[in-house]
T-cell receptor, first 114, second 111 residues
Framework: DVKVTQSSRYLVKRTGEKVFLECVQD?????MFWYRQDPGLGLRLIYF???????EKGDIPEGYSVSREKKERFSLILESASTNQTSMYLC?????????????FGPGTRLLVL | GENVEQHPSTLSVQEGDSAVIKCTYS??????FPWYKQELGKGPQLIID?????GEKKDQRIAVTLNKTAKHFSLHITETQPEDSAVYFC??????????FGTGTRLQVFP
């Protein structure tokens, strides 16, 4: 079974702090994704990576950066957390195939910025 | 860019009844249409998908129908059970690994 794990289920940070969210997948997937989930807005893509050290902006990259130093690990960084970044963050991974492949999600990290 | 609208946002049904969730999209070139189910405290999980070369796909009690002319697709759940209670997301893609998700439907199945 594919397993995508996220470093924390719940996180509380203060405004201005630097925040790291870690995601690890165990299926050797090339693609990894970071989404944020907000009520009424669905899942919105923050960043996408299709290979080590490769990244692509999603729909809402402002205020975020990412790091992919190893194939199995994809980190989301909030350089200076703000209250409007309070949200549920979901990581996903997928196989890089000839056509679109299934995305497998982690359980999510609920971040509260005070 | 692609825009995906999902309706309804909430849906309550009696156990044993059917449930239908509909999504419309804007880019006629979109060719992949998955549905994800998110249970409480978990990440979304793929339950069924359809590609643009077919109009309907069924897997036991769930089915997805696609109308490319009208640019909409629907999830059908028959004989609903309490364990079907969850949030359902549709998504679309066109020849890319990135998905554009709908806003979600919270389905409640009452015993």
């Amino acid at each position: 079974d594919v397993k995508v794990t996220q470093s924390s289920r719940y996180l509380v940070k203060r405004t201005g702090e630097k925040v790291f969210l870690e995601c690890v997948q165990d299926m050797d997937h090339e693609n990894m994704f970071w989404y944020r989930q907000d009520p009424g807005l669905g899942l919105r893509l923050i960043y996408f990576s299709y290979d080590v050290k490769m990244k692509e902006k999603g729909d809402i990259p402002e205020g975020y950066s990412v790091s992919r130093e190893k194939k199995e690990r994809f980190s989301l960084i909030l350089e200076s957390a703000s209250t409007n970044q309070t949200s549920m963050y979901l990581c996903a991974s997928s196989f890089l195939g000839v056509r679109v492949e299934t995305q497998y999600f982690g359980p999510g990290t609920r971040l509260l910025v005070l | 860019g692609e825009n995906v609208e999902q309706h309804p946002s909430t849906l309550s049904v009696q156990e044993g009844d059917s449930a239908v969730i509909k999504c419309t999209y804007s880019d006629s070139a979109s060719n992949y249409f998955p549905w994800y189910k998110q249970e409480l405290g978990k990440g979304p999980q793929l339950i069924i998908d359809i590609r643009s070369n077919v109009g309907e796909k069924k897997d036991q009690r769930i089915a997805v129908t696609l109308n490319k002319t009208a640019k909409h697709f629907s999830l059908h759940i028959t004989e609903t059970q309490p364990e079907d209670s969850a949030v359902y997301f549709c998504a679309v893609s066109y020849n890319t690994d990135k998905l554009i998700f709908g806003t979600g439907t919270r389905l409640q199945v009452f015993p």
